[in-house]
């Protein structure tokens, strides 16, 4: 039911996919728009005559069935799973494919929110962790323990200091090992960034952000590659519908509908963030109190050539570091008038924040504290001298 197939329109690119995939026009009454399809269940015809095999609402609804073909298509993935949050989609991911007992391996600098899931929730369950370095396949290669190490999860580029992985060259060591590899791929999106054509067994998303890309909704998505290599894990989305369903972090309809809404404009939106988000860097770069930009599209930046090579571009998301220090930091994101000081990332809006009192609190005093001199942005599609005079202003 919720299978996509894409190799139905491999003649197709991505732009096309976003607008189309999983979304043929109804066939009773023509609404080029999917229906959100309010309802918890369906009047079955006889016992267990289920129409489409829709039978309640958590177990399938054919808003949700829309953006899960979708999505599935633009990771060209075998199968989609939509989540009320990045996290439940996370959830489903660690708790539907490890076992108590297991161990996974997870980057220094995780988003926060993954860590605390990882550390206070998926620990407590029975799994064991290890902390690698993202930018060294071998420092992921040396915290494998053979046998017991069953996933390794990945995110690049990173937050809030957008490090960069070789998802090429750490599915190459997760699949030596018999491990399976998970990207969260948030913070590039489909369209910049395709982890499992580069060898991902799986592939996240907070829809929250990109994907979503208005502020308007909260949810996750989950893709699985069509074959997935590793020994045992064969019914990988298996185990995540039935996580799905069992535990009913589901995405809502309505949820659902914006989430399909946003992923039609997903191309150009993300090219104009990385238009701005290049405008930018280049106005931080002419000034003297910035120390230190973290940006995969400069030359400078240690994941330039990797990031060249597996993203389309660079992305909508910075972050820099100032000579004034914290204080400096806080009083210029309380100074900003059209940046608004908020967390999350990926709207049209420019957002920005401090990662250290804010998205990265819950991780200070732990290996994935972040620097109190470090301002994250999130540029937004607004026009780039907009954005500019107002940083020029704030930072003073
Ligand atoms: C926001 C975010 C998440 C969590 O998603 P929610 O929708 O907030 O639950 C996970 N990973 C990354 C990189 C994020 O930015």
């Given at each position: 039911m919720s299978t996509a197939d894409n190799a139905e329109r491999p003649e197709h690119?991505?732009?096309?996919?976003?607008?189309?995939?999983?979304?043929?026009?109804?066939?009773?009454?023509?609404?080029?728009?999917?229906?959100?399809?309010?309802?918890?269940?369906?009047?079955?015809?006889?016992?267990g005559g289920f129409r489409e095999g829709y039978e309640y609402s958590r177990s399938a609804n054919p808003t949700r069935t829309a953006l899960q073909e979708c999505i599935a298509d633009l990771e060209?993935?075998?199968?989609?799973?939509?989540?009320?949050?990045?996290?439940?989609?996370?959830?489903?991911?660690?708790?539907?494919?490890?076992?108590?007992?297991?161990?996974?391996?997870i980057p220094t600098d995780a988003y926060g929110g993954t860590f605390r899931l990882v550390d206070k929730v998926v620990k407590a369950w029975g799994v064991d962790y290890s902390l690698a370095k993202v930018g060294h396949a071998d420092a992921i290669r040396g915290e494998i323990r053979p046998g017991v190490t069953k996933l390794i999860w990945i995110e690049t580029p990173t937050n809030p200091l957008l490090g960069i992985a070789d998802i090429a060259a750490i599915a190459a060591v997760a699949h030596e090992a018999g491990v399976l590899l998970v990207v969260d791929n948030t913070f590039a999106s489909s369209?910049?960034?395709?982890?499992?054509?580069?060898?991902?067994?799986?592939?996240?998303?907070?829809?929250?952000?990109?994907?979503?890309?208005?502020?308007?909704?909260?949810?996750?998505?989950v893709v699985v590659a069509k074959q997935v290599p590793v020994p045992g894990m064969e019914d990988a989305a298996e185990r995540i519908a039935f996580h799905q369903n069992s535990l009913g972090a589901v995405s809502?309809?309505?949820?659902?509908?914006?989430?399909?809404?946003?992923l039609k404009t997903l191309s150009l939106r993300m090219e104009r963030h990385c238009d701005n988000a290049e405008s930018v860097v280049q106005f931080l770069q002419s000034r003297p109190d910035v120390t230190q930009i973290h940006y995969p599209g400069l030359d400078s930046h240690p994941g330039h050539d990797i990031a060249a090579a597996q993203m389309k571009r660079f992305g909508g998301m910075i972050s820099f570091q100032l000579a004034g220090g914290e204080q400096h930091a806080v009083d210029s994101i309380g100074r900003t008038r059209l940046w608004t000081l908020?967390?999350?990332?990926?709207?049209?809006?420019?957002?920005?924040?401090?990662?250290?009192?804010?998205?990265?609190?819950s991780v200070r005093g732990t290996e994935l504290e972040v620097p109190g001199d470090l301002i994250r942005l999130s540029v937004g599609i607004e026009d780039a001298a907009d954005l500019i005079a107002d940083l020029e202003q704030a930072l003073g």
């Open positions: 690119g991505f732009s096309t996919r976003a607008i189309h995939a999983g979304q043929e026009p109804d066939p009773r009454t023509g609404s080029v728009v999917p229906a959100i399809y309010q309802t918890s269940t369906y009047k079955q015809d006889g016992v060209g993935g075998g199968q989609g799973f939509a989540f009320a949050s990045g996290l439940a989609a996370e959830d489903a991911i660690l708790r539907g494919l490890l076992r108590p007992g297991d161990h996974m391996i369209y910049l960034q395709q982890p499992l054509a580069l060898g991902a067994d799986v592939v996240m998303h907070s829809t929250t952000k990109y994907a979503g890309g208005h502020s308007d909704v909260v949810g996750g998505a809502g309809p309505m949820d659902s509908w914006l989430v399909l809404r946003g908020g967390e999350s990332l990926g709207g049209v809006e420019s957002l920005i924040e401090h990662p250290a009192r804010m998205t990265h609190a």
